[in-house]
T-cell receptor
Framework: AQSVTQLGSHVSVSEGALVLLRCNYS??????LFWYVQYPNQGLQLLLK??????LVKGINGFEAEFKKSETSFHLTKPSAHMSDAAEYFC????????????FGTGTRLKVLA | DAGVIQSPRHEVTEMGQEVTLRCKPI?????LFWYRQTMMRGLELLIY????????DSGMPEDRFSAKMPNASFSTLKIQPSEPRDSAVYFC????????????FGEGSRLTVL
């Protein structure tokens, strides 16, 4: 069965520190992978996506993620956290064949400490 | 460009009342998705449409929920009768067949059933 797992429902980092949010997926077909961010009382906004090609993808606000097929992972990183990065982050997967069901992880709430 | 537009943003109703949530997708998008977000269950796909036709409604919790898409620019999600456990934020999202397939989300409708 296809699934997405986000390790850590809450992550706290100091301002200026590395941000690492983990995402692992399970899929029997090639995946498309996404990271979305949700600020309070707002909808989800796309941060970045992987479809094909380069496995290191860069997104908005200095975030990037690397697709590692051997590890079935798509972890999100940012070298230096900013207070404005405090939000909830969702990893999502859909598939290159079959239905267009998007499966979302349970989310990771990022807290940035001053 | 206008994004996905949802209404109402907030709805407070009493148990047993009918609730109708509305969504206008991005013009030209041919897929429309309805999601429900709660603290306990995260982001759940309820139903999605392709070219106004429901493709997968397996996530609709029970017969009290129904969704329609009478044309390419409008969709409704109806709950009748509503129950307190339906309290959640309901998101509409759309996507185009073209491109890498990211979802574009509305800002959500926060439903409270008393």
């Amino acid at each position: 069965a296809q699934s997405v797992t986000q390790l850590g429902s809450h992550v706290s980092v100091s301002e200026g520190a590395l941000v690492l949010l983990r995402c692992n997926y399970s899929s029997s077909v090639p995946p498309y992978l996404f990271w979305y961010v949700q600020y309070p009382n707002q909808g989800l906004q796309l941060l970045l996506k992987y479809t094909t090609g380069a496995t290191l993808v860069k997104g908005i606000n200095g975030f990037e993620a690397e697709f590692k097929k051997s590890e079935t992972s798509f972890h999100l990183t940012k070298p230096s956290a900013h207070m404005s990065d405090a939000a909830e982050y969702f990893c999502a997967v859909t598939f290159t064949s079959g239905t267009y069901k998007y499966i979302f992880g349970t989310g990771t709430r990022l807290k940035v400490l001053a | 460009d206008a994004g996905v537009i949802q209404s109402p943003r907030h709805e407070v109703t009493e148990m047993g009342q009918e609730v109708t949530l509305r969504c206008k997708p991005i013009s030209g998008h041919d897929y429309l998705f309805w999601y429900r977000q709660t603290m306990m269950r995260g982001l759940e796909l309820l139903i999605y449409f392709n070219n106004n036709v429901p493709i997968d409604d397996s996530g609709m919790p029970e017969d009290r929920f129904s969704a329609k898409m009478p044309n390419a620019s409008f969709s409704t999600l109806k709950i009748q009768p509503s129950e307190p456990r339906d309290s959640a934020v309901y998101f509409c999202a759309s996507k185009s067949t073209q491109g890498a397939g990211e979802l574009f989300f509305g800002e959500g409708s926060r439903l409270t059933v008393l």
